[in-house]
C-alpha cells in the first residue's frame, strides 16, 4: 500500500448549479463530482460518476486536455480535463487499503503539446483524494435532489434527442411498410401467373434505391440486396 498516497486530506464542499459538488481540498485545488451524463441511455445517471479536475461551471464538455480555473496540484503536476469512472469502484479504492489498482480513473496533465497520462504515483494520489470526495458526494443528505437537479438540466436535451429518434423510426416504418406493401403486390403477381391468370394492375411503385448497410438487421440487409442491388442506380 502507498500510505503517502493515502494521507489524509481536509476539504470543504458547496453545491453548484445542475446538482454538481465542488469540493475544495486543502492545499491541493478544486474538484467538480457530478452523476454520469455521457452514457445516456446506456447508463443511467448513478451508474457513473464525473469528477472535474478543477472549477467545472459550464456545459462543455472537460475532455482530457481543458484547464479549469482551480485545477488541482499535485506532486507539482496541474491535472486537466477530468474522469468518468465507475462509483462502486471509487468506493472499494477506499475499503482495499491493500490494493492501490487505480485504473478506473483518468488522470492527465498538459505538456507543451498535449495532454498525458500523470506518473503512476500521482495517480494514486488523486484516486485516494477522488475516491473520498466520491464518499462525502454520496452520503450527502441532498443527494436526491442533486440527482433530480441533475435530470432535469439534461432533461431539454434527452426529449429533443428520443423526439428525433422518434422521428427517425417513423420514417422507417413509412418506407419499410411500403416495400411490404410492393412485396405482396408482387407476391400476388406471381400466385396470378400460377394459377394463369391476368395479374391485377400494379398500385405500387418500384421502390427506391436504398444502401443495404444502412439496413437495422441482417435480414434487413438481406432483403435490400435482393430487391434493390448493391449498386446505386447510374
Same mark, same amino acid.
Given at each position: 500500500?502507498?500510505?503517502?498516497?493515502?494521507?489524509?486530506?481536509?476539504?470543504?464542499?458547496?453545491?453548484?448549479?445542475?446538482?454538481?459538488?465542488?469540493?475544495?481540498?486543502?492545499?491541493?485545488?478544486?474538484? #467538480?463530482? =457530478? !452523476?454520469?451524463?455521457?452514457?445516456?441511455?446506456?447508463?443511467?445517471? #448513478?451508474?457513473?460518476?464525473?469528477?472535474?479536475?478543477?472549477?467545472?461551471?459550464?456545459?462543455?464538455?472537460?475532455?482530457?486536455?481543458?484547464?479549469?480555473?482551480?485545477?488541482?496540484?499535485?506532486?507539482?503536476?496541474?491535472?486537466?480535463?477530468?474522469?468518468? !469512472?465507475?462509483?462502486?469502484?471509487?468506493?472499494?479504492?477506499?475499503?482495499?487499503?491493500?490494493?492501490?489498482?487505480?485504473?478506473?480513473?483518468?488522470? !492527465?496533465?498538459?505538456?507543451?503539446?498535449?495532454?498525458?497520462?500523470?506518473?503512476?504515483? #500521482?495517480?494514486?494520489?488523486? =484516486?485516494?483524494?477522488?475516491?473520498?470526495?466520491?464518499?462525502?458526494?454520496?452520503?450527502?443528505?441532498?443527494? *436526491?435532489?442533486?440527482?433530480?437537479?441533475?435530470?432535469?438540466?439534461?432533461?431539454?436535451?434527452?426529449?429533443?434527442?428520443?423526439? *428525433?429518434?422518434? /422521428?427517425?423510426?417513423?420514417?422507417?416504418? #413509412?418506407?419499410?411498410? @411500403?416495400?411490404?406493401?410492393?412485396?405482396?403486390?408482387?407476391? *400476388?403477381?406471381?400466385? =396470378?401467373?400460377?394459377?394463369?391468370?391476368?395479374?391485377?394492375? *400494379?398500385?405500387?411503385? @418500384?421502390? /427506391?434505391?436504398?444502401?443495404?448497410?444502412?439496413?437495422?438487421?441482417?435480414?434487413?440487409?438481406?432483403?435490400?440486396? @435482393?430487391?434493390?442491388?448493391?449498386?446505386?442506380? =447510374?
Amino acid at each position: 500500500m502507498n500510505r503517502h498516497a493515502r494521507r489524509p486530506i481536509t476539504f470543504t464542499a458547496t453545491a453548484t448549479q445542475w446538482g454538481r459538488v465542488e469540493f475544495d481540498v486543502e492545499q491541493v485545488g478544486a474538484f #467538480t463530482v =457530478a !452523476f454520469g451524463a455521457n452514457g445516456y441511455p446506456h447508463d443511467c445517471d #448513478t451508474e457513473r460518476l464525473e469528477v472535474v479536475y478543477g472549477r467545472w461551471t459550464d456545459d462543455q464538455l472537460f475532455g482530457r486536455a481543458r484547464d479549469l480555473d482551480g485545477a488541482p496540484v499535485i506532486n507539482g503536476i496541474r491535472l486537466v480535463g477530468g474522469s468518468v !469512472f465507475d462509483p462502486d469502484q471509487a468506493l472499494a479504492h477506499l475499503r482495499e487499503t491493500e490494493n492501490d489498482w487505480c485504473g478506473w480513473l483518468t488522470v !492527465f496533465r498538459r505538456n507543451t503539446s498535449w495532454s498525458e497520462q500523470v506518473p503512476w504515483k #500521482t495517480k494514486e494520489r488523486v =484516486a485516494y483524494i477522488v475516491a473520498r470526495l466520491v464518499a462525502a458526494f454520496l452520503e450527502r443528505a441532498d443527494v *436526491d435532489e442533486l440527482l433530480a437537479a441533475h435530470r432535469a438540466h439534461h432533461a431539454p436535451a434527452r426529449i429533443a434527442r428520443h423526439e *428525433d429518434n422518434l /422521428r427517425r423510426v417513423e420514417a422507417e416504418l #413509412t418506407e419499410w411498410r @411500403s416495400r411490404r406493401d410492393l412485396e405482396r403486390q408482387q407476391l *400476388d403477381r406471381q400466385l =396470378a401467373f400460377a394459377r394463369a391468370e391476368e395479374p391485377r394492375p *400494379d398500385s405500387v411503385g @418500384s421502390p /427506391r434505391w436504398r444502401d443495404y448497410s444502412t439496413a437495422a438487421t441482417r435480414d434487413g440487409e438481406m432483403f435490400l440486396i @435482393s430487391t434493390v442491388g448493391t449498386r446505386r442506380p =447510374a
